[in-house]
């Protein structure tokens, strides 16, 4: 598929009764996960490794196009220094592989402490991975604020283009510039940090788009950002770009219909077609709710 939508995880209890049918039990979350959405970010990878029988347990409850996108574990990305990690990132992906042809790009997600000033590391680290895994695609998101400053993204968009390595796209602006919600309001400031406050820079480094939106709770306030992210997408799909694409939600209850109305207006662009997904095909679909058509100046 090339445009594959998912969201952040597989298994909020929240979601029963909704994106789930009623009285689902936690063991079923991502089989009925995967049958709605065709791809899942692995964050649970980033707190344990999980193990093989884990893993072939978790497979045999996805579809075939399913993609599971494992984060890299703490102690490997927020532990100082990555080079003296090297050797334990490849054994890592190499119990990721027991995934099989489910296994979509891993991610590297760096903390706010990692900064430029450690581009000889991360250089490194890189060159290392790609030597040793060249058909195995990975992607990086960088949060310290100087990786966005323009001789510093200069620097690192020249890199992982040479080497191949994607560059995740997070976007946090509806968090930060949409409309107030009590919805945020009432999140714990230390939650809110979580997400953090960063320029977005849409540059594709690979054969591939990472996107990480981290949506507002309310709908009609992500209507702006998502009119871009579509027409954005369909400017990749006609480059012949791989697209992943997660919406995330402070408050997470929201992400299923924010993403379902994302591939809504996907469906509705001229344009490159995407493919329906699975969970409009459900016999017992909740039909989406097709909100007012907006304004860019009402968002």
Not at 15 to 28: A, E, H, K, T
Not at 190 to 209: G, I, N
Not at 230 to 247: E, H, M, P, R, T
């Amino acid at each position: 598929m090339p445009f594959q939508l998912g969201l952040a995880i597989w298994g909020y209890k929240g979601w029963v009764g909704g994106l789930f049918p009623p009285g689902s039990p936690s063991r079923d979350f991502l089989s009925l996960y995967s049958r709605r959405f065709v791809c899942v970010e692995g964050n649970t990878t980033f707190y344990a490794i999980p193990s093989v029988e884990t893993i072939h347990r978790w497979t045999a409850q996805m579809p075939p196009e399913f993609r599971f996108c494992p984060k890299l574990p703490k102690l490997i990305t927020h532990n100082g220094a990555l080079l003296p990690q090297l050797t334990a990132g490849l054994k890592f992906l190499e119990r990721m592989q027991e995934f099989g042809d489910r296994l979509g790009p891993l991610f590297i997600q760096l903390p706010p402490r990692y900064g430029p000033r450690q581009f000889d590391d991360l250089n490194q680290f890189l060159q290392g991975w790609t030597a040793a895994a060249p058909d195995c695609p990975i992607a990086l998101e960088v949060r310290h604020i100087d990786w966005f400053k323009a001789d510093q993204t200069q620097k690192l968009t020249a890199v992982l283009e040479d080497l191949g390595v994607g560059r995740v796209l997070l976007d946090s602006r509806p968090i930060y510039t949409g409309k107030a919600s009590p919805l945020l309001d009432d999140l714990p400031m230390a939650q809110r940090e979580k997400k953090p406050r960063v320029p977005l820079q849409p540059c594709v480094t690979a054969d591939f788009a990472f996107v990480r939106y981290i949506s507002h709770p309310a709908l009609d306030h992500n209507q702006i950002y998502l009119t871009e992210w579509a027409a954005q997408i369909q400017a990749w799909l006609k480059q012949g770009k791989q697209i992943y694409f997660f919406v995330h939600c402070p408050v997470e209850a929201h992400s299923p219909q924010i993403a379902r109305h994302l591939q809504a207006m996907l469906e509705a662009a001229d344009g490159v077609p995407v493919p329906p997904l699975p969970w409009d095909q459900l016999p017992d679909a909740t039909a989406l709710e097709a909100p007012s058509q907006l304004s860019l100046f009402d968002a």
